[in-house]
């Protein structure tokens, strides 16, 4: 199996801060890795897919990048709604796997 | 817009078989291309891809989970289910059934729909 290591595991950023999350697969995934946003009592939600596609209807503050093993996702301006946690996920492979996890927090 | 729903007892006894079933409307588990997916997390923890079933009845198990595991379809009821045998307590959990989808060789596999989950508690 693939292994997905995020970082850092958690954050605390304020309403308009950039934030960058990483992740990192054991081996080359190309750009086959999806990033996703859970809030509290609720079900992830794709923001990026393909390491760099926007998914519809996700605002422009969310971007990603990378290849290979190292990935980034950018928030460029956090909004209220983005304090949650964020999952990286790799598709290259079965089984899928996903990181575990970044929170960001309200500083 | 495609919704799932999960269903099932929300209590399952040590040694018995947890069994969920998803409901999905707005969308066809018939048709080609998609993977129709069981996820859990356990209670403050991350997320474990369980296993998946294709529309032509083929099933992808976690290695982890495969001896006790078995995915089904209905595709007369738009429904799939899940089975997972021998329950302990470390199968306590939030079950989620989601849509993996294929954006195509450029973008891949990701999970585009899920449901809102169920908590399923073993526990005697």
């Known amino acids: 199996d693939i292994q997905m290591t995020q970082s850092p595991s958690s954050l605390s950023a304020s309403v308009g801060d950039r934030v960058t999350i990483t992740c990192r697969a054991s081996?080359?995934?190309?750009?086959?890795l999806n990033w996703y946003r859970q809030k509290p009592g609720k079900a992830p939600k794709v923001l990026i897919y393909?390491?760099?596609n926007l998914q519809s209807g996700v605002p422009s503050r969310f971007s990603g990048s990378g290849s290979g093993t190292d990935f980034t996702l950018t928030i460029s301006s956090l909004q209220p709604e983005d304090f949650a946690t964020y999952y990286c996920?790799?598709?290259?492979?079965?089984?899928?796997?996903f990181g575990g996890g970044t929170k960001v927090e309200i500083k | 817009q495609v919704q799932l729903q999960e269903s099932g007892p929300g209590l399952v006894k040590p040694s018995q078989t947890l069994s969920l079933t998803c409901s999905v409307s707005?969308?066809?588990?018939?048709?080609?291309?998609?993977?129709w997916s069981w996820i859990r997390q356990h209670p403050g923890k991350g997320l474990e891809w369980i296993g998946y079933?294709?529309?032509?009845?083929?099933?992808y198990y976690n290695p982890s989970l495969k001896s006790r595991l078995s995915i089904s379809e209905d595709t007369s009821k738009s429904q799939f289910s899940l089975e997972l045998t021998s329950v302990t307590a470390a199968d306590t959990a939030v079950y989620y059934c989601?849509?993996?989808?294929?954006?195509?060789?450029?973008?891949?596999?990701?999970?585009?729909?899920w449901g809102q989950g169920s908590l399923v508690t073993v526990s005697s």
């Open positions: 079933i294709y529309y032509n009845g083929s099933a």
């Open positions: 707005g969308g066809s588990i018939s048709s080609s291309g998609n993977y």
């Open positions: 081996r080359s995934i190309s750009s086959y």
């Open positions: 996920q790799q598709s290259y492979s079965t089984p899928p796997t």
């Open positions: 393909g390491a760099s």
């Open positions: 989601a849509r993996l989808y294929n954006s195509g060789w450029y973008g891949g596999y990701f999970f585009d729909y």
